[in-house]
């Protein structure tokens, strides 16, 4: 243990900081679900200049080019979040395809499409639920077949965050049928705007449709589109599920909204009594303190255990299944210190900020079930982290 | 910045892991419990030849040097083995004390007796904590009279008592000085904690004052966070273990869900205690402004996690987790008691808030 940081660390924590200082009247507010603004692109196109956005991403794909060094990620994710000044961009494009076309791409397909994608000029959508095909995602039945050069794809996704705005997907579709499951799939990469793509929007709980329903017909991709091997998308797709399980889970964001919390709570008074008074409060936020607290130490281990290459497998299992789960508890709380006006949900006079807190609680249960259930999480951590075998198949009607 | 342990601190821990293994058994822990104090001494000399009482005692007083992180590891061991050992105040608590001020005689005096194993020192600040009924020490002159209780490591003759009168640490010999130690039985009989009547005791003042007293239960925090730590992962690896053998309906029942659940809930709740953990344990030699809050909520989670996984683990077991046949309950019992001494979690949140300037 040694949580000194080298001078190296110190300098470039300052240069941070003054770039911050310099331009932070350019970054804007924080992004909408929307397609990125002017504004927006500048900003993007200024981070990665300066090798806060797209940093490890080699130079001749359009990033900063820099060596990795965790550290110094972590550092760039802490003054920001300090400053409240919003990050690079981080659709599903980004973090997801992007680390996925490097590992496995073509080299036409890194050049057509990394450049684009980080710059925010190209907008992705993931293709990979079904509506049979959930936690079982490996049954998925989306079909393409070869019709000359191209792929001919049928099916339905559904989940799909970003559908409406994408100009692209990817996607996971069955080019072999009769293989096994695993084995009949593969990557490809979709134009959105091709005849046959009928987007629907997906009404969820919160009242918004965070996700849309994706119907395909007769749809033509070209074949050069596929990423990795036919067969061998299932491959692919786990690569970009990795990126996928380190995003949910982040404890930055936690610790955010702890921070958030604690304002509310010296602002908000009941009977003319703050709420940071309230001992019982204070108990439920020292109970959310040191859980926040562990999961950001826990990811400084992840972070040297990545660099060092130390086995640190059962401290990332739990990432994901923990983070939601605390990201879910937080919004609980900040609802329950609100009270009666914890529940209003729409324009009122009254409202102190709970429309916010309501619409995370609700979106935060989303993202419990969604990108992997909690149940399959305890799976995987059972069995990937505990060794406790797999559940044997269920025989129903004399059919496994 | 490297937040992992070094390769000493692996083999710190694996070494005295190898000397409980050797030594320690559910069977001799039924014995102890049954007042055999036999285990109590051959322990105690293994832990005493292998030179540890004196981990955190500075060389130049027979010691090692080494810091509350490596302490911590040491107490997670002990909690692992459920080792009826005195630690926590014998070996982190008192020297933190004593070597607070750097005064030359106290440590001088006591500190070579310490790290060589001639003595123990018992630590005595339930009262300071949080006192019951009439219970503490009154100062009449240099003599103190009172009777403390939930005294720590003061099962082996202790030379020296450190508690506190008047808000200082005071050190108070035992030989001829009027003082009683009787051990109060708890549901923890791996773990003695003793009664102290001190009938005008002669008592010396530990300087330092109230933050020698508050740094002294911080790092004493810290050990039992690891202790529950150690009790915490043994309890879910024996669970899983068990569940891996343990057959119904034709099918090992590790391989039910149900189960495989409750054990992925109990790991994901305790793997970050282990960074924590190292934070708060790190923290205390070396990032002195967090130091007294990560000793709060390291003591405090690891307590709920700790009860958690107490329960949780021993319903895996099934009835067997119930019987004394297994065992299992003398780690159950060792975290109940962990979870109280020293502050049970609500008093140690409410100290934590306090630190952080909320207003109770």
């Known amino acids: ?400 | 910045m490297e937040f992992a342990l070094s390769e000493e601190q692996g083999i710190l821990s694996d070494s005295i892991k190898k000397m409980f293994d050797e030594n320690i058994s559910v069977d001799n822990l039924r014995e102890h419990s049954k007042g055999d104090k036999s285990l109590r001494k051959t322990i105690r000399r293994s832990i005493v030849d292998m030179g540890l009482p004196g981990l955190m005692i500075p060389e130049e007083y027979g010691g090692s040097g080494l810091g509350v992180l490596e302490a911590s590891l040491v107490a997670e061991q002990l909690g692992s083995y459920a080792v009826p050992s005195p630690w926590v105040g014998n070996s982190i608590m008192a020297p933190t004390a004593i070597l607070f001020e750097k005064d030359y005689h106290l440590a001088e005096k006591w500190l070579p007796l310490i790290a060589s194993g001639e003595i123990t020192a018992c630590i005595s600040l339930s009262e300071v904590i949080g006192k019951r009924g009439d219970l503490g020490l009154t100062a009449n002159g240099d003599k103190v009279s009172g009777i403390n209780i939930f005294g720590i490591d003061g099962e082996l003759d202790p030379a020296i008592i450190i508690t506190a009168v008047d808000n200082n640490l005071i050190l108070i010999e035992t030989d001829n000085n009027g003082v009683e130690i009787n051990e109060i039985p708890t549901i923890d009989s791996t773990r003695p904690v003793v009664e102290i009547i001190f009938d005008s005791s002669n008592y010396q003042i530990i300087p330092g004052g109230k933050e020698v007293i508050q740094k002294t239960i911080d790092v004493g925090r810290i050990g039992l966070a690891g202790d529950l730590l150690g009790a915490s992962q043994n309890m879910l690896n024996k669970a899983v273990e068990y569940s891996l053998e343990r057959k119904q309906f034709e099918r090992v029942i590790g391989s039910f869900q149900a189960v495989k659940h409750m054990c992925a809930e109990m790991a994901a709740d305790l793997e970050p205690c282990r960074s924590l953990m190292w934070y708060a344990a790190y923290s205390q030699d070396f990032i002195s402004d967090e130091a007294n809050l990560l000793a709060c909520h390291a003591k405090a989670h690891l307590s709920e996690v700790g009860q958690d996984i107490a329960r949780t683990s021993t319903q895996v077991f099934g009835g067997m987790g119930f019987t004394d046949l297994l065992g299992m309950h003398y780690w159950f019992k060792r975290i109940g008691l962990s979870r109280q001494i020293l502050g049970g979690p609500e008093r140690v949140r409410k100290e934590a808030a306090l630190i952080q300037g909320f207003e109770i």
């Open chain 1, 1 to 400: 243990m040694d949580l000194n940081a080298g001078p190296e660390y110190i300098d470039f924590r300052k240069n941070v900081l003054s770039f911050l200082e310099e331009n932070k009247h350019m970054s804007g507010k924080a992004r909408t679900p929307v397609r990125p603004s002017n504004e927006e692109l500048e900003w993007q196109k200024k981070l990665i200049d300066n090798g806060y956005a797209a940093r490890t991403i080699p130079k001749e794909y359009g990033g900063y080019g820099a060596d990795s060094d965790v550290l110094k990620s972590r550092i760039i994710a802490e003054e920001f979040s300090r400053a409240n000044i919003p990050m690079g961009m981080a659709n599903q494009g980004i973090s997801m395809l992007v680390p996925t076309l490097l590992e496995l791409g073509s080299d036409d397909q890194k050049n057509d499409w990394i450049s684009k994608t980080i710059s925010g000029e190209v907008i992705w959508c993931q293709g990979y639920s079904e509506p049979g095909s959930g936690s079982d995602l490996a049954s998925l039945q989306t079909k393409a077949i070869v019709d000359g050069d191209d792929f001919v794809i049928n099916g339905q996704k559904i989940w799909t965050s970003g559908a409406q705005m994408s100009d692209m997907m990817f996607c996971l579709v069955r080019t072999e049928p009769d293989a096994p499951k695993h084995k009949g799939i593969s990557y490809v990469l979709i134009d959105m705007n091709s005849p046959g793509i009928e987007v629907r929007p997906l009404m969820t709980m919160t009242g918004h449709a965070e996700f849309n329903e994706v119907f395909f017909t007769d749809v033509r991709v070209p074949k050069n589109q596929i990423v990795g091997k036919r067969g061998e998308g299932w491959h692919v797709a786990n690569a970009t599920l990795t990126h996928e399980r380190g995003m949910l889970g982040d404890p930055n964001q936690s610790a955010t909204r702890l921070n958030e919390i604690i304002e509310l709570m010296q602002q908000e008074t009941i009977n003319g009594e703050k709420l940071i008074n309230n001992p019982v409060h204070l108990d439920r936020l020292m109970r959310l303190q040191a859980r926040v607290l562990s999961m950001s130490f826990n990811s400084l281990r992840l972070l040297t255990a990545s660099h060092k290459k130390l086995d640190a497998k059962m401290a990332k299992l739990i990432v994901k299944l923990n983070g939601c789960q605390l990201n879910h508890d937080l919004a609980g709380f900040a609802i329950d210190l609100l009270g009666e006006l914890g529940t209003i949900y729409g324009k009122s006079n009254h409202d102190h900020g709970s429309g916010k807190w309501q619409w995370k609680y609700m979106f935060d249960l989303g993202l419990i079930i969604g990108g992997g259930t909690a149940q399959i999480q305890k799976n995987i951590i059972s069995e990937a982290g505990l060794g406790m075998p797999r559940e044997p198949k269920a025989i129903i009607n004399g059919k496994k």
